[in-house]
C-alpha cells in the first residue's frame, strides 16, 4: 500500500549476484519505493501552515501577506517561538536582547581565518554554529527557558558569522554589528561595512519575513529529527543547515541566478528555457512539492524584485527573470501538459544580487531567516507543545537486499571468496 500515487513503485530485480557468484534471493517486498514522505503527516504542529491549493502561507495563525504589511523580522521570530505577537514591551526586550547577541567570540573570526578562502559559505556557517554551542552558559540546560534563550543567541549571532566570512575570505576585517540598527539592516551593513538606504533595508528584512518558516520542509525535519533524539538545539540546527545546503532545497536560490547569469538576455530566455526542458534538465525556482498555484512568497518577492530595479536604475534582471518565468510556464504545460509556478527561490536571486549581495551567500542568507521556524521547530519538539508527548523519529523501511532466508546468509571467509 503506497501513500502517494505519483511515486509508483519500481519492481526489482528477483535476486542479486553474490561474492562467490552465486544468486541468492531478494527478501520481499519486491519492489523498491522511495516516497520522500510525501503525503505523510509526520507530526501536529503549531507553527505554520502551508495550503498548496490555494496558495496561502500562515504563521501562528497570520497570514504572511499580512505580516510583511505590518510586521517586522524581529516580530516575527517573537512569534514564531512564542505563539503569539508580542506586546509592546515584549517586543523591546526581545529586540533588545537580539541586538546584545549580536557579537560571536573571536574564536569564531579566528577559525574563518584559518578556513580555506575557497570554502563555501554555507560549510563555514554550518561548521561555526558548533564554536557557538561551546560558549553558550546554557548549553545543557534543557529547560524551555533555556532552550529560548539560544534561540535568541543563534538568531541574533548567524547574521555576523555570514557577513564576516564574506569579509575575511576577501581579506577584510569583519565589521563589528551595529546598535542602531534593525536586524536586517545590520546584516547589510556588516557584509557592506557601509549603512543601507532605509527602503532596501525595509525590503532584505521582507525578505527574512518571508523565508523565516514553512512547515516540515525538509530542513526543518532534519532539525527536529535531531532534536527528537534529545540533541541539543546547536546539532539540531547544525543538520538543519546542512540540509538547507542543497540545491533542490535552499541552495536553489544560488542556482536560479547562475541561471541568469547564464541565460544573459531577455531573448534568449525562451531557447534556453525549451533547450533546457527538452533535456530533461530542470529549471531552478520554479516548481514546488506542496504548492500546486503560484507560492504567495515568489508574488511578494516579484514585486520586490521590480522594486529593487527601480531604486538600482536597471531593470535588466528583473525583466529576465520574468522572462524565465513565462518562457518554462509556456514550455513546461506543453512538455508535460500541467501548470509550474514560480517558488521562493526564484525572485529572491535576482532581488539579492540588486542588494549587492555575493551567490554564494543567498542560501546562507535563507539559514539567517529560517534560523527563526528552526528553533521554533526544535523547541515545539523537545517539549511536545503540539503532541501529547515527544518522541523519537524512527521511520521503518523494506529490506530488499541479499537474503538467504530467516538465518541470513552464511559467512565466507576472505580467503575462500573468488575474486
Ligand atoms: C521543488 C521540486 C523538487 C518539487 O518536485 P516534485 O515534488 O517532484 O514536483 P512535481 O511532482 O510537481 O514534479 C512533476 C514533474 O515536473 C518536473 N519538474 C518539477 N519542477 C521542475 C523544474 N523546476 N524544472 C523542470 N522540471 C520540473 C519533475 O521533475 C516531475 O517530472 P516527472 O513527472 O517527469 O518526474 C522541483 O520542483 C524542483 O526540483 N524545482 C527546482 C529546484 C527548486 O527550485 N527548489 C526549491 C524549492 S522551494
Same mark, same amino acid.
Given at each position: 500500500?503506497?501513500?502517494?500515487? !505519483?511515486?509508483?513503485?519500481?519492481?526489482?530485480?528477483?535476486?542479486?549476484? +553474490?561474492?562467490?557468484?552465486?544468486?541468492?534471493?531478494?527478501?520481499?517486498?519486491? %519492489?523498491?519505493?522511495?516516497?520522500?514522505?510525501?503525503?505523510?503527516? @509526520?507530526?501536529?504542529?503549531?507553527?505554520?501552515?502551508?495550503?498548496?491549493?490555494?496558495?496561502?502561507?500562515?504563521?501562528?495563525?497570520?497570514?504572511?501577506? +499580512?505580516? @510583511? @504589511?505590518?510586521?517586522?523580522?524581529?516580530?516575527?521570530?517573537?512569534?514564531?517561538?512564542?505563539?503569539?505577537?508580542?506586546?509592546?514591551?515584549?517586543?523591546?526586550?526581545?529586540?533588545?536582547?537580539?541586538? !546584545?547577541?549580536?557579537?560571536?567570540?573571536?574564536?569564531?573570526?579566528?577559525?574563518?581565518? *584559518?578556513?580555506?578562502?575557497?570554502?563555501?559559505? *554555507?560549510?563555514?556557517?554550518?561548521?561555526?554554529?558548533?564554536?557557538?554551542?561551546?560558549?553558550? #552558559?546554557?548549553?545543557?540546560?534543557?529547560?524551555?527557558?533555556?532552550?529560548?534563550?539560544?534561540?535568541?543567541?543563534?538568531?541574533?549571532?548567524?547574521?555576523?558569522?555570514?557577513?564576516?566570512?564574506?569579509?575575511?575570505?576577501?581579506?577584510?576585517?569583519?565589521?563589528?554589528?551595529?546598535?542602531?540598527?534593525?536586524?536586517?539592516?545590520?546584516?547589510?551593513?556588516?557584509?557592506?561595512?557601509?549603512?543601507?538606504?532605509?527602503?532596501?533595508?525595509?525590503?532584505?528584512?521582507?525578505?527574512?519575513?518571508?523565508?523565516?518558516?514553512?512547515?516540515?520542509?525538509?530542513?526543518?525535519?532534519?532539525?527536529?529529527?535531531?532534536? !527528537?533524539?534529545?540533541?541539543?538545539?546547536?546539532?539540531?540546527?547544525?543538520?538543519?543547515?546542512?540540509?538547507?545546503?542543497?540545491?533542490?532545497?535552499?541552495?536553489?536560490?544560488?542556482?536560479?541566478?547562475?541561471?541568469?547569469?547564464?541565460?544573459? %538576455?531577455?531573448?534568449?530566455?525562451?531557447?534556453?528555457?525549451?533547450?533546457?526542458?527538452?533535456?530533461?534538465?530542470?529549471?531552478?525556482?520554479?516548481?514546488?512539492?506542496?504548492?500546486?498555484?503560484?507560492?504567495?512568497?515568489?508574488?511578494?518577492?516579484?514585486?520586490?524584485?521590480?522594486?529593487?530595479?527601480?531604486?538600482?536604475?536597471?531593470?535588466?534582471?528583473?525583466?529576465?527573470?520574468?522572462?524565465?518565468?513565462?518562457?518554462?510556464?509556456?514550455?513546461?504545460?506543453?512538455?508535460?501538459?500541467? %501548470?509550474?509556478?514560480?517558488?521562493?527561490?526564484?525572485?529572491?536571486?535576482?532581488?539579492?544580487? *540588486?542588494?549587492?549581495?555575493?551567490?554564494?551567500?543567498?542560501?546562507?542568507?535563507?539559514?539567517?531567516?529560517?534560523?527563526?521556524?528552526?528553533?521554533?521547530?526544535?523547541?515545539?519538539?523537545?517539549?511536545?507543545?503540539?503532541?501529547?508527548?515527544?518522541?523519537?523519529?524512527?521511520?521503518?523501511?523494506?529490506?530488499?537486499?541479499?537474503?538467504?532466508?530467516?538465518?541470513?546468509?552464511?559467512?565466507? #571467509?576472505?580467503? %575462500?571468496?573468488?575474486?
Amino acid at each position: 500500500m503506497y501513500l502517494n500515487n !505519483s511515486n509508483v513503485p519500481r519492481r526489482m530485480f528477483r535476486g542479486s549476484k +553474490d561474492s562467490q557468484g552465486g544468486f541468492k534471493k531478494m527478501k520481499e517486498p519486491l %519492489e523498491t519505493k522511495n516516497i520522500g514522505l510525501r503525503g505523510v503527516k @509526520v507530526a501536529d504542529t503549531r507553527i505554520s501552515d502551508v495550503d498548496g491549493e490555494k496558495g496561502n502561507l500562515i504563521y501562528r495563525g497570520l497570514n504572511i501577506c +499580512d505580516l @510583511v @504589511v505590518h510586521s517586522t523580522f524581529e516580530e516575527v521570530s517573537f512569534l514564531l517561538l512564542n505563539d503569539h505577537l508580542p506586546k509592546a514591551e515584549e517586543l523591546k526586550s526581545f529586540q533588545s536582547k537580539l541586538i !546584545s547577541e549580536r557579537e560571536v567570540p573571536d574564536t569564531v573570526y579566528g577559525f574563518m581565518k *584559518m578556513m580555506p578562502k575557497s570554502a563555501h559559505p *554555507m560549510d563555514v556557517l554550518e561548521a561555526a554554529v558548533p564554536i557557538l554551542a561551546a560558549y553558550d #552558559p546554557q548549553l545543557h540546560d534543557e529547560s524551555r527557558d533555556a532552550n529560548f534563550e539560544k534561540a535568541i543567541r543563534l538568531i541574533a549571532k548567524l547574521p555576523n558569522i555570514v557577513a564576516a566570512w564574506d569579509r575575511i575570505r576577501k581579506g577584510k576585517e569583519p565589521v563589528r554589528p551595529n546598535r542602531e540598527l534593525t536586524h536586517a539592516g545590520n546584516f547589510l551593513f556588516m557584509l557592506s561595512g557601509s549603512f543601507p538606504d532605509h527602503a532596501t533595508a525595509r525590503d532584505f528584512d521582507i525578505c527574512l519575513i518571508l523565508h523565516a518558516e514553512h512547515s516540515f520542509n525538509a530542513s526543518t525535519f532534519a532539525g527536529r529529527e535531531v532534536a !527528537s533524539t534529545h540533541a541539543h538545539l546547536y546539532a539540531s540546527i547544525v543538520a538543519a543547515i546542512g540540509a538547507l545546503s542543497g540545491e533542490i532545497h535552499g541552495g536553489a536560490n544560488s542556482e536560479v541566478m547562475k541561471m541568469l547569469v547564464e541565460v544573459g %538576455e531577455v531573448n534568449r530566455a525562451k531557447s534556453w528555457v525549451s533547450e533546457r526542458l527538452q533535456k530533461g534538465g530542470k529549471v531552478m525556482g520554479m516548481g514546488h512539492a506542496v504548492y500546486h498555484t503560484e507560492d504567495p512568497r515568489a508574488s511578494i518577492l516579484r514585486g520586490i524584485c521590480s522594486r529593487m530595479a527601480d531604486r538600482t536604475g536597471d531593470r535588466k534582471w528583473f525583466e529576465l527573470t520574468k522572462a524565465i518565468e513565462t518562457a518554462t510556464k509556456e514550455a513546461f504545460t506543453k512538455l508535460k501538459g500541467k %501548470e509550474i509556478f514560480p517558488n521562493v527561490d526564484f525572485y529572491s536571486a535576482s532581488v539579492y544580487h *540588486m542588494m549587492e549581495i555575493p551567490t554564494d551567500l543567498f542560501t546562507p542568507v535563507f539559514a539567517i531567516s529560517r534560523i527563526s521556524g528552526w528553533a521554533a521547530h526544535i523547541i515545539e519538539e523537545k517539549f511536545a507543545e503540539a503532541q501529547p508527548k515527544p518522541e523519537l523519529y524512527r521511520p521503518d523501511a523494506d529490506y530488499v537486499g541479499t537474503y538467504c532466508g530467516p538465518e541470513a546468509c552464511p559467512y565466507v #571467509p576472505i580467503e %575462500e571468496r573468488s575474486k
